[in-house]
């Protein structure tokens, strides 16, 4: 188990107790469904339903049989009495265990659901208060076109909302139960128990098993959990980079007292962010292991059983864990408005360089020449560190193309950002947002050096 990662709610659902308290309900809703059939005497069932188990009993039990179901079976027996022999009527142990798994994995599905949720609301709340703000647009971690932070951030937004409609489907097909005897066959428990068995604890009939429920139906829901947690791991390393010395835009909550470094106290590092990104390769690990387990040999081998006690638990406690750690990094999240028009500027002009070339070819020149005349000062501005705006004004070539104030008229930051509401208006959000912009100039606006929004 994950101990450390180990939250209160998830960490009760992968419990001994709670996994020998399923098995015991799942017991006894097939007692149920036999005595429905007349198999098992009604009034058996007032005694069965009082059924315990003393997890001491078992443990000493087990030492001896080595077989966690047969001394489960015999703990709980020394509770009943004559009415024991109508526990397990007709069951192997894989139709306890296996549904009694799919209760546990659908209970915290649900609770990775809220989780999910939760994150989505944060996310949401910050796209919105940062719908305006506008910063630099990297590819190849260079500077490419303005966007703004919330478009990044409804860009999580709307991956996230596609994350829960694959959780829900992930939940659907691990909750089923199978009650089907030793090889699948119904040969000593008929299809009818298992029907009404699965209707009593809220799962549905698996259509047709062997020994156990296939486990192509658990590595959907493992692998569902490690893309959550590789989006996760998406957003954290966005963080990190945003959070870099050198750009300084975005920072992890940091609270009074905390430290960073026992050698250098001036460290404030994202360390929560560097964290989801090391739980995230384990979970990848878990997703591969979970797919191992689909080929098994004939009908049934034990070989997946030891890797799911320590995947199954651990990818959904691990994850409960980041969704509740990254919600935390993004209500907390401390945005550097001023910062991100400063790194606007780094360039000098440089990423109004598309602009340039699209007004050239109005102007009737091929694509090809216009794109060499703004590469030739754009190069030239990269080298000398000048103004890429007047390093274009004083180009004879493009002067006798473009007047100086269809130039100026070209460096205008609120061009890129005509369209971007768009998108909160696509994922339902634009409602939410403010009705007017914040206009947010830098000193650099200000001063006249660029239009600004």
Same mark, same amino acid.
């Not at 994150?119 to 949401?124: G, T």
């Not at 932070?149 to 992930?170: D, M, N, T, Y």
């Given at each position: 188990?994950?101990?450390?990662?180990?939250?209160?709610?998830?960490?009760?659902?992968? &419990?001994?107790?709670?996994?020998?308290? *399923?098995?015991?309900?799942?017991?006894?809703?097939?007692?149920?469904?036999?005595?429905?059939?007349?198999?098992?005497?009604?009034?058996?069932?007032?005694?069965?339903?009082?059924?315990?188990?003393?997890?001491?009993?078992?443990?000493?039990?087990?030492?001896?049989?080595?077989?966690?179901?047969?001394?489960?079976?015999?703990?709980?027996?020394?509770?009943?009495?004559?009415?024991?022999?109508?526990?397990?009527?007709?069951? @192997?142990?894989? /139709?306890?265990? /296996?549904?009694? %798994?799919?209760?546990?994995?659908?209970?915290?599905?649900?609770?990775?659901?809220?989780?999910?949720?939760?994150?989505?609301?944060?996310?949401?709340?910050?796209?919105?208060?940062?719908?305006?703000?506008?910063?630099?647009?990297?590819?190849?971690?260079?500077?490419?076109?303005?966007?703004?932070?919330?478009?990044? %951030?409804?860009?999580?937004?709307?991956?996230?909302?596609?994350?829960?409609?694959?959780?829900?489907?992930?939940?659907?097909?691990?909750?089923?139960?199978?009650? &089907?005897?030793?090889?699948?066959?119904?040969?000593?428990?008929?299809?009818?128990?298992?029907?009404?068995?699965?209707?009593?604890?809220?799962?549905?009939?698996?259509?047709?098993?062997?020994?156990?429920?296939?486990?192509?139906?658990?590595?959907?829901?493992? @692998?569902?959990?490690?893309?959550?947690?590789?989006?996760?791991?998406?957003?954290?390393?966005?963080?990190?980079?945003?959070?870099?010395?050198?750009?300084?835009?975005?920072?992890?909550?940091?609270?009074?007292?905390?430290?960073?470094?026992?050698?250098?106290?001036?460290?404030?590092?994202?360390?929560?962010?560097?964290?989801?990104?090391?739980?995230?390769?384990?979970?990848?690990?878990?997703?591969?292991?979970?797919?191992?387990?689909?080929?098994?040999?004939?009908?049934?081998?034990?070989?997946?059983? &030891?890797?799911?006690?320590?995947?199954?638990?651990?990818?959904?406690?691990?994850?409960?864990?980041?969704?509740?750690?990254?919600?935390?990094?993004?209500?907390?999240?401390?945005?550097?408005?001023?910062?991100?028009?400063?790194?606007?500027?780094?360039?000098?002009?440089?990423?109004?360089?598309?602009?340039?070339?699209?007004?050239?070819?109005?102007?009737?020149? &091929?694509?090809?020449?216009?794109?060499?005349?703004?590469?030739?000062?754009?190069?030239?501005?990269?080298?000398?560190?000048?103004?890429?705006?007047?390093?274009?004004?004083?180009?004879?070539?493009?002067?006798?193309?473009?007047?100086?104030?269809?130039?100026?008229?070209?460096?205008?930051?609120?061009?890129?950002?005509?369209?971007? *509401?768009?998108?909160?208006?696509?994922?339902?959000?634009?409602?939410?947002?403010?009705?007017?912009?914040?206009?947010?100039?830098?000193?650099?606006?200000?001063?006249?050096?660029?239009?600004?929004?």
């Amino acid at each position: 188990m994950i101990e450390r990662y180990s939250r209160p709610a998830m960490k009760r659902v992968w &419990s001994e107790e709670n996994k020998f308290a *399923r098995w015991l309900q799942v017991e006894l809703a097939v007692c149920e469904a036999w005595a429905e059939l007349g198999q098992i005497p009604k009034s058996a069932l007032p005694r069965l339903r009082r059924a315990k188990l003393d997890h001491a009993r078992m443990g000493q039990i087990l030492a001896r049989t080595r077989h966690d179901m047969t001394a489960f079976l015999e703990a709980v027996a020394e509770s009943l009495g004559q009415e024991s022999r109508f526990i397990h009527l007709g069951l @192997t142990s894989s /139709d306890v265990m /296996d549904t009694a %798994l799919a209760l546990q994995m659908a209970e915290a599905a649900d609770l990775l659901a809220q989780e999910l949720a939760s994150l989505l609301q944060a996310l949401e709340a910050r796209a919105v208060e940062h719908r305006d703000t506008i910063m630099m647009g990297r590819t190849h971690g260079m500077h490419a076109e303005p966007t703004t932070f919330g478009l990044k %951030l409804a860009l999580w937004v709307e991956e996230l909302r596609r994350h829960a409609q694959s959780l829900a489907a992930a939940r659907k097909a691990i909750a089923v139960g199978k009650i &089907s005897g030793a090889v699948g066959t119904y040969a000593t428990v008929p299809p009818e128990v298992e029907e009404r068995a699965c209707a009593r604890l809220g799962l549905e009939p698996a259509p047709v098993s062997s020994q156990i429920v296939p486990r192509d139906r658990h590595a959907q829901f493992v @692998t569902t959990l490690a893309l959550i947690a590789s989006s996760l791991e998406k957003f954290a390393t966005e963080i990190r980079n945003l959070q870099r010395t050198e750009v300084a835009e975005v920072e992890e909550p940091f609270a009074e007292g905390q430290t960073g470094s026992s050698a250098m106290p001036h460290k404030r590092n994202p360390e929560l962010s560097e964290r989801l990104c090391g739980l995230a390769r384990l979970m990848r690990g878990y997703a591969l292991t979970a797919m191992e387990n689909v080929a098994l040999w004939h009908e049934r081998d034990i070989s997946h059983s &030891s890797a799911e006690r320590i995947i199954l638990p651990d990818s959904c406690l691990a994850l409960d864990y980041m969704l509740a750690t990254l919600s935390f990094v993004i209500r907390g999240l401390r945005v550097n408005r001023e910062r991100m028009r400063q790194n606007l500027e780094l360039t000098r002009g440089l990423v109004f360089s598309q602009r340039a070339l699209l007004a050239l070819i109005d102007k009737g020149l &091929s694509r090809q020449e216009a794109y060499g005349l703004v590469q030739r000062g754009a190069m030239r501005s990269w080298r000398e560190g000048l103004d890429f705006r007047e390093l274009l004004k004083s180009d004879r070539e493009i002067a006798a193309h473009l007047a100086k104030s269809e130039l100026e008229a070209l460096f205008d930051y609120g061009f890129y950002l005509r369209y971007s *509401r768009e998108a909160f208006r696509r994922l339902g959000l634009e409602e939410k947002a403010p009705t007017k912009a914040k206009a947010r100039p830098n000193r650099a606006a200000r001063k006249g050096n660029r239009k600004t929004l």
